[in-house]
C-alpha cells in the first residue's frame, strides 16, 4: 500500500471536512510506490522538499536538475517584475514606460534600493550624497594608467571595481547599514568617473574631474567629452538619451550578472568585490556585450542588400541574430520599443546612416521569417542601443560599460535584498556527479615533481 507523506516527512493531512486543502503537489515515486503531498507556496515548490524522496536508505534524495537555471526561483524578490509573454517590465510596480519617460535615473536607483519613490528631503538628500561622492581617490589615475592602451573597457572596469574594495576596507563590515549605504552611494557615484576615466585612457586624453553642477547624466558626458572648453555643454538629445537608456538597464530581476552579484555576495564579500563578479558576467556576448556585438554584426553585414543572406546563413546555423531573443521575453521587449523611438530620435539629431539602414533591414526580414516567429525571437534591449551609442560616438567595445553604468543600482539593490534576506545562505548549487567511479592513482608520466612531505 502506497504511503502518503507530507513536505516535512509527515503523513498527509486528512482535510476532509476541515475546509480548502491548501494547495500542494500531489506525486508518487515509481520506484518505491510511495506518495507525497509537497506544498505549493506562490506558485513554487521548495526543491528542498523534493530531499524526502529516497529511493532506499543509502538514497540522499531527491535533486531537481536545471542546468542554466531555466525554472528554478533562487530568491523572492519585490524590485523587478517581467511577464515575458506579455512584455510587461516594472519597478517596483512601477512599468519601465512611465519611468522613462517621467523619471529621473537616480530618482529610479533609490527607487529600485528603497521600494518607494522619494520625497523630495531623500530625493534632494540623496543627489547630494551622490554628487558628491563622484570623486575618485588620486592613486587611481596612476591604477588605470598602468593598462595598456588597447585593454578592452570592461576588463578594466571590472578590475578597477574590484581595486575599489582595496580603498575602503570599512565596507566589509555589510551588516552595518550605515557602511552599506556609504557603499552604495560611492558605487553608484564612481562607477560613471571610473567609466569616464576609462574611456579618456583609451584615447589618450587627460582625465576631467567631476563637475559637481550637472546632473548625473551630464556630468558623465562631461567627463567623457570635454576638452578645453571651461564649461561643458551637452547635446540635450544626447543627455536625455543617456538618462532613459540608463533608466531602461537598471535593473532585470535575476539576469546572469545580477545572479552573479548575488551568488558572490551570499559569500558576504564586501559589494565593490560582488560588483565586480557582476560586471565580469555582463561582458560576456550572450549578456551586457550583446550590444558591442550588434554593432560589429553590422559592420560585417556593410550593406542593406547584403542582409537576407545574413538571415539565411543565421537560419543555417552559421551564428545569431545578435539583439534577437531573450531567455524571458517571448514576446517585444518592451524596453526596445522604447529605445527604438529614442534611436529614431538621436538618429534625427546627427542624420541617418548605412548601419541603421541595415539594422531597420535586419528587424523587417526577421520579423516576417517563420524560424525568428516561430521561436519568438523578437529584438530586444541591445539591438537599438549600440546604434544610438555610436551616433554620440562612443566606440563600440565602449557599449557595455555604459550599461554596466546603469546596472550598478539594480545589481545593489539586488545585493541588499539578499543580503537582508533571512532565508538566503551562500549559495552552493548540487550537481549529478558523472564522472569516474573511485579508481587507484597510476600515473604513466615518467617524472613527477613530489612536494616533500613536512616533518
Ligand atoms: N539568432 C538566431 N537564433 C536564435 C537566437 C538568435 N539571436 N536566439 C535564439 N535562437 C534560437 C536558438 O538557436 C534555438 O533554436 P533551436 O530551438 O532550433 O535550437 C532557439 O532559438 C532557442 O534558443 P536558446 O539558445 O535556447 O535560447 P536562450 O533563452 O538560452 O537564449 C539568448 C537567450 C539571449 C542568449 C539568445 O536569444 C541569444 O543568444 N541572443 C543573441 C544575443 C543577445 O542579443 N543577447 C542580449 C540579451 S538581452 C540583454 C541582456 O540580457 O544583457
Known amino acids: 500500500m502506497a504511503d502518503t507523506m507530507t513536505a516535512g516527512g509527515g503523513p498527509a493531512t486528512d482535510v476532509a471536512g476541515g475546509g480548502a486543502a491548501p494547495p500542494a503537489l500531489e506525486v508518487r515515486d515509481t520506484r518505491t510506490g510511495k506518495s507525497y503531498t509537497i506544498p505549493i507556496v506562490d ?114 572596469l571590472c578590475s578597477a571595481v574590484a581595486a575599489l574594495s582595496s580603498f575602503y576596507p570599512a565596507a566589509k563590515d555589510i551588516f552595518d547599514p550605515l557602511q552599506r549605504d556609504i557603499s552604495v552611494i560611492r558605487l553608484i557615484a564612481k562607477v560613471p568617473t571610473i567609466a569616464a576615466f576609462i574611456y579618456r ?65 551570499s559569500s558576504q564579500v564586501d559589494p565593490y568585490s560582488a560588483v565586480a563578479a557582476g560586471i565580469a558576467a555582463l561582458y560576456g556576448p550572450l549578456h551586457g556585450g ?40 517571448k514576446s517585444y521587449d518592451p524596453r526596445a520599443k522604447i529605445v527604438k523611438h529614442l534611436a529614431d530620435e538621436v538618429v534625427a539629431s546627427v542624420g541617418m546612416d548605412r548601419d541603421l539602414e541595415i539594422a531597420l533591414e535586419l528587424e523587417r526580414i526577421a520579423l516576417q521569417d517563420d524560424y525568428f516567429i516561430s521561436r519568438k525571437l523578437y529584438p530586444n534591449v541591445d539591438f537599438y542601443t549600440g546604434l544610438i551609442y555610436r551616433s554620440m560616438k562612443f566606440p563600440t567595445s565602449f557599449f557595455t560599460v555604459l550599461f554596466a553604468i546603469a546596472r550598478t543600482a539594480g545589481w545593489l539593490a539586488q545585493w541588499e535584498e539578499m543580503l537582508l534576506d533571512k532565508e538566503q545562505k551562500i549559495a552552493r548549487p548540487r550537481q549529478l556527479y558523472v564522472g569516474s567511479a573511485e579508481r587507484p592513482y597510476a600515473s604513466t608520466l615518467a617524472k613527477v615533481i613530489v612536494t616533500p612531505a613536512r616533518n
Not at 530618482?107 to 543627489?127: F, I, K, M, N, S
Not at 559637481?212 to 561643458?232: D, G, I, T
Not at 556593410?302 to 537560419?315: C, L, N, S, T, Y
Open 201 to 265: 585612457h583609451m584615447k589618450g586624453l587627460p582625465f576631467v574631474y567631476p563637475d559637481n553642477e550637472l546632473s548625473y547624466s551630464e556630468n558623465f558626458l562631461s567627463m567623457v567629452a570635454r576638452m578645453s572648453q571651461p564649461k561643458y555643454k551637452s547635446n540635450p538629445t544626447f543627455t536625455r538619451a543617456i538618462e532613459i537608456l540608463f533608466i531602461l538597464h537598471a535593473d532585470h530581476e535575476q539576469n546572469c550578472s545580477t545572479s552573479a552579484v548575488r551568488s558572490v555576495g
Open 43 to 156: 506558485g513554487a515548490i521548495r526543491a528542498n522538499d523534493l530531499k524526502q524522496i529516497k529511493s532506499g536508505p543509502d538514497d540522499q534524495g531527491l535533486l531537481s536538475y536545471d542546468p542554466a537555471f531555466l525554472n528554478t526561483a533562487a530568491c523572492r524578490s519585490k524590485i523587478t517584475f517581467i511577464d515575458g509573454d506579455r512584455g510587461i517590465l516594472r519597478y517596483r510596480g512601477y512599468p519601465i514606460e512611465q519611468l522613462a519617460e517621467k523619471a529621473s535615473f537616480l530618482e529610479v536607483a533609490w527607487l529600485l534600493r528603497h521600494g518607494d519613490l522619494p520625497t523630495q528631503t531623500e530625493y534632494d538628500a540623496w543627489v547630494h550624497e551622490v554628487t558628491y561622492h563622484t570623486y575618485v581617490h588620486e592613486n587611481f589615475k596612476k591604477f588605470l594608467e598602468g593598462f595598456r592602451y588597447d585593454a578592452h573597457p570592461m576588463s578594466m
Open 290 to 329: 550583446a550590444n558591442e556585438a550588434v554593432l560589429r554584426m553590422i559592420e560585417e553585414i556593410g550593406d542593406p542588400k547584403r542582409v537576407p543572406a545574413f538571415i539565411e546563413g543565421v537560419k543555417k546555423g552559421s551564428g545569431r541574430l545578435m539583439g534577437f531573443g531573450h531567455r524571458v521575453y
